[in-house]
């Protein structure tokens, strides 16, 4: 199946499909009995600028609302992270003025905020910008699109950093988004952007990363297209180690910052990146994961054995919906946020329970669906290995630990 690319209106080509699948983020209160939304998640690649997306585009009102649950404190790496971001951005000119694309509860700009400089959220996401607000957290409850940077740019002026946290990959309406980035960016300014690598999700074969939320799989190749297109320039790449793997992308207007060495090194190892082979064998290896991973699930519950998951992710939507996997299989996730718990995993139904009833007692088994925290979990249960429990992951193969 071909569709237009989102970028560049070229042709893209489906080489995956994980099914149907639900909004990964829609928790639903146990009484709930309206029926569940269902899409097609499939993800192609753009012949003509190689950006990977989805091929069906879920509205942006049904995935972020009033009780979008995602919060970003939810992990002591990520809220040092943000902090280390924040340090960077304060120092980057006198005086500056920074705007932050789906900044969430605020545990990036907070530290900002508290540092006493220009600042502006706009989170979309009523329940989590209220978080920020509480913060103190300048923040405006609106999708950023061209008409919101226009009026931001009218009110505050000129932004010296635009950044973009695990958001702009949720966009499908890039256009908009380059125009507005265009029309509040200081001439000298910097419109910074971090999300999940293609080359990581490749390498890790760690498709959970691909649902709803995440329209766009970049690469430096496709943002660099992306970014030409737009009259930026991609000026800096950073690999970071968050989330799985993911890159830092610097675009600035043509001729402001020179190219580092860093862009030019990775559009080189990335010539292979997006080609048929490399995304065709990737596909291969998903279904051999969905295949192992059912088979040591169903194995488990046939020895009367109990397995419990941790961390109701985004990401374990694709994974549960893609294997079939329920409360059969696993008992129920146990996760730190509010608005998850008490609640059902979407599509496959499964509870969601607070971390005191992991330890109560002990599984025997737990299957780490925050992979992507592998350290910092494991870390702080350490309490559940000791008592003999064991550890399952499926990325990059699904392995018991
Ligand atoms: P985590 C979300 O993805 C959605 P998810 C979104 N699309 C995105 O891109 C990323 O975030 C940024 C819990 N947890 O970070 C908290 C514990 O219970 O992998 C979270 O529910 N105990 C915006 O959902 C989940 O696990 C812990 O100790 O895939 C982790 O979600 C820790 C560290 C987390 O993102
Ligand atoms: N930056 C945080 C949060 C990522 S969650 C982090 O990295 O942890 C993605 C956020 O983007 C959600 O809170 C969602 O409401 C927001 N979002 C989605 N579309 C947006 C848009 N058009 N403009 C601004 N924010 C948007
Ligand atoms: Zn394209």
Redesign the pocket.
């Known amino acids: 199946m071909t569709t237009e690319c989102r970028i560049c209106a070229g042709p893209v080509e489906e080489f995956l499909d994980l099914g149907r699948q639900p909004l990964?983020?829609a928790f639903r209160r146990p009484d709930d009995t309206r029926p569940e939304f269902f899409y097609r998640l499939a993800v192609g690649v753009c012949g003509t600028c190689s950006m990977v997306q989805l091929v069906e585009e879920v509205p942006r009102e049904r995935m972020f609302h009033e009780d979008y649950p995602?919060v970003?404190r939810?992990?002591?790496?990520?809220r040092e992270h943000f902090r280390g971001v924040a340090e960077r951005f304060i120092a980057i000119a006198d005086d500056p003025f920074v705007v932050e694309l789906g900044c969430n509860d605020g545990t990036m700009l907070r530290t900002v905020a508290e540092a006493g400089v220009r600042h502006l959220g706009v989170e979309p996401s009523g329940g989590v910008a209220d978080l920020a607000a509480a913060d103190g957290v300048r923040v405006r409850k609106d999708f950023f699109e061209e008409a919101t940077a226009r009026d931001i740019r009218a009110a505050d002026g000129p932004a010296d950093v635009i950044y973009a946290a695990?958001t702009l990959c949720?966009i499908p309406y890039m256009g908009s988004i380059l125009r507005g980035v265009d029309a509040l960016l200081a001439p000298d300014g910097v419109f910074v952007f971090e999300d999940?690598y293609l080359g990581d999700i490749v390498e890790k074969t760690s498709f959970d990363q691909i649902y709803d939320?995440?329209f766009f799989l970049f690469s430096a190749r496709s943002v660099d297209e992306m970014a030409r297109r737009h009259g930026l320039e991609l000026v800096d790449v950073e690999r970071l180690a968050v989330?799985g793997g993911e890159v830092r992308y610097w675009l600035a207007r043509p001729g402001v910052r020179p190219r580092t060495a860093a862009v030019d090194a990775l559009l080189a190892e990335e010539a292979e990146l997006a080609s048929r082979v490399v995304l065709d064998g990737f596909a291969n290896r998903v279904q051999k994961i969905r295949a192992d991973l059912v088979a040591l699930l169903t194995d488990l519950r046939e020895r009367g054995e109990r397995v419990v998951g941790?961390?109701?992710?985004?990401?374990?939507a694709t994974v549960t919906n893609l294997c079939g996997i329920g409360p059969d299989l696993v008992e129920f996730i146990?996760?730190?946020?509010p608005a998850?718990q008490h609640r059902l995993a979407p599509g496959s139904g499964i509870p969601v329970r607070p971390?005191a009833d992991f330890a109560d007692p002990y599984p025997p088994y737990a299957l780490l669906f925050?992979w992507?925290?592998a350290e910092?979990?494991m870390a702080?249960e350490r309490a559940f290995r000791d008592a003999g429990g064991k550890w399952i992951t499926y990325v990059p193969e699904v392995r018991v630990l």
Not at 74 to 78: D, F, I, L, Y
């Open positions: 990964s983020d995602y970003s939810g992990s002591a790496v990520m695990n949720h999940p939320e995440h989330h941790y961390g109701a992710t985004a990401k374990s146990c996760d730190t946020t998850k971390p925050a992507n925290h910092e979990i702080k």
